[in-house]
């Protein structure tokens, strides 16, 4: 199965799909047409809306942007996320199209090699050198290099699909040891940094003191360590993360240098995809507007013979913003993994050692409540798989909520809940015909979102049973350059408010003093995104009573329109009511009008004789309820892009 808009695709084309302005143009398309059709002003820098042509609506909602608005500044509106740097007219550089405002020096005299924006604030921030001139800037993808900014030393950057990641290549031990006197230092404007509460790293914080960002405790590894990561720092840059790059790396080699990364690895102690040498590294945060990029490294580890160089240390100094996340825990790791562009899930022997990762979610779930979820679907690339067979399953928790950003194996992990009703659907991997898309059916899941109504939901992946050692697999995260997570989901919306409500022709607001007549005409405006049939639900109070409990109006079709019918409860003059109105589609109902507007009943005719007035017979009786209304059955929604 391949998305609507292909996440694969480099130019975001997108397949089999229409575009309209808005959603009354997408339905309208979509019917005529019998395809989906992307609602353009549902758009957002994560999420795209698409009408079906059976009336519903599907939602594919990234983990990362997906969309930038006007990326390169000339009001060119919607472009598809591309982390890829390019040359601008003034001889700085930029990636092709990511919201932070990024931009790099081409290096020289300029003192300023990086500048940005915390996204969603009004924080701004700047890298500053003031070691001499820069060296000149080589771009490769996304990445962009300083080479030699010290003796042995390379400053690295790597754009991300909403941060930007950056890294110090180390050749040997003595210019490991000079870190702690590199002249770079991130200012930030509009906001100060604080020493995060949780002791790891430092939060980003706006004029208001609030948190719109964290940066961890710096981490280093070394040269074994980055080959046994998806996207390793010290090789070409790769736009998706790929697994066997020790493999890879040492079927380029010959000679010595062959011998001598065979040594490496025989030292490291094991497969650096299980086998970890990273180390955190502390770091002084005074506050204020700045954080240095020096720190110490541990003498120990620098000089330990079982260290291989080059080295990669990651200062993690620009702050991520996380309204969605994704992480992973692993046996035997104790650095934070939340700017990693890779997941991990699932339980595998390495040796005599018996390895388990789990992968944390929180999904940003704003915009699900009220709605008739049909379907949705957890899309996760799978680069890597201990073996190709369904019979070796990833299942899905909830979790309790964390807002911490430390988690540790074994020791900084939420508790869970009972599993999900979901597992993998397909398999994918470098041992199961290649990279693809994996699938879970989470429908229960997001069910359980739009009954609770929450601001974001917490699930955690993890092998079915950590005692079958066939499932181990490996996904891109949130931060990978292409390949993101994400949801798809069909639902049905639920009908708007009513307005325009009326008695007798005449508007139900503050001013409305009585009905004209007995038994009057109801009416409202109803409306309905999903188009179709809507009509309103009339419900009228006598003292709190209900004496006419959903009265169903005739239909609008086309998603809009006037519903009315006739009150067949006769009012009693001099009696107070208030009236309420829903709409229904015959699936979901909406919000109620504000109710409490209070009117009375007709006022009794001088001229009226006792025949004309209301009686026991057709007031003072339980309260009327209209038939349900049969709802047309809407089909289940098929796309086929």
Known sequence: ??????????????????????????????????IPVESLDART????????????????????????????????????????????????????????????????????????????????????????????????????????????????FEVRPDNCEQYFVVDDATAAASLDDLPLTLVFSGGTVAP???????????????????????????????????????????????????????????????????????AHGGDPEFVSRQVTVDREVRGGSSVDASFDLP?????????SYPIVVDPVLSPTVYPSLDTWVEYGW?????????????????GSTHYIARTYIKWNATGFQGLDVTSAVLYLWDFHAAACASGHPLILRRTDEWTSTYLKYGGYEPGGWSAISASMQDYHGDLCGGAGWDTMDVSELVKEFEREEPTHQYIRLEALSNSD???????NSKEASSHQPYFRIVYNARPDVPTDVEVEGVALDASFD???????????????????????????????IVVVDGLAGSKASGGSGTSSVDCPYALQPGVTYT????????????????????????????????????????????AYRPPTPTPTPTPTATVTP
């Open 469 to 475: 050692l066939h499932n181990w697999r490996r996904f």
């Open 1 to 34: 199965m391949m998305s609507l808009i292909d996440p694969s695709s480099p130019d975001g084309a997108k397949t089999g799909v229409g575009l309209a302005d808005d959603a009354s143009g997408a339905q309208q398309l979509s019917r005529k047409l019998s």
């Open 299 to 307: 003498a120990s580890w620098i000089d330990d013979p079982a260290t």
């Open 514 to 544: 009585h009905a004209a007549v007995s038994r009057p005409t109801l009416s409202a405006t109803v409306t309905d995104a999903d188009g179709g049939d809507v009509w309103a639900l009339f419900t009228i109070r006598q003292d709190g």
């Open 196 to 266: 995060a509460a949780n002791g790891d790293g430092f939060d980003v914080l706006n004029e208001e003191g609030a948190i719109i960002g964290h940066s961890p405790d710096p981490i280093a590894w070394d040269h074994i360590d980055d080959l046994g990561f998806g996207n390793p720092v010290t090789m070409p840059w790769m736009d998706s993360p790929r697994a066997g790059m020790y493999d890879a790396l040492l079927a380029t080699l010959t000679g010595a240098a062959k011998d001598d990364l065979e040594a490496q690895y025989a």
């Open 334 to 350: 104790t650095s934070n993994q939340i700017n990693s562009t890779e997941l991990k899930a699932g339980s595998v022997m390495s």
């Open 45 to 156: 820098p994560t999420s795209s809306t698409f009408a079906l042509p059976d009336r519903s609506w599907l939602k594919e909602s990234s983990f990362a942007p997906a969309w930038v608005w006007d990326a390169d500044g000339t009001g060119s509106g919607w472009s598809r996320a591309d982390q890829s740097v390019v040359a601008n007219a003034d001889g700085t550089l930029r990636p092709v199209a990511q919201p932070d405002g990024l931009r790099f020096s081409a290096g020289g005299a300029d003192a300023v090699v990086l500048s940005g924006s915390v996204p969603d604030s009004t924080v701004t921030y700047e890298y500053r050198w003031s070691g001499g001139d820069l060296p000149a800037a080589v771009v490769d993808g996304a990445r962009v290099t300083y080479p030699r900014i010290a003796p042995g030393v390379d400053l690295v």
């Open 579 to 622: 009236i309420e109105v829903r709409a229904s589609d015959g699936s979901l109902v909406s919000d109620a009008t504000v109710p409490g507007i209070e009117f009375e009943g007709p006022p009794p005719s001088p001229s009226a004789t006792p025949d004309d007035l209301p009686t026991t017979d057709d007031t003072n009786t339980t």
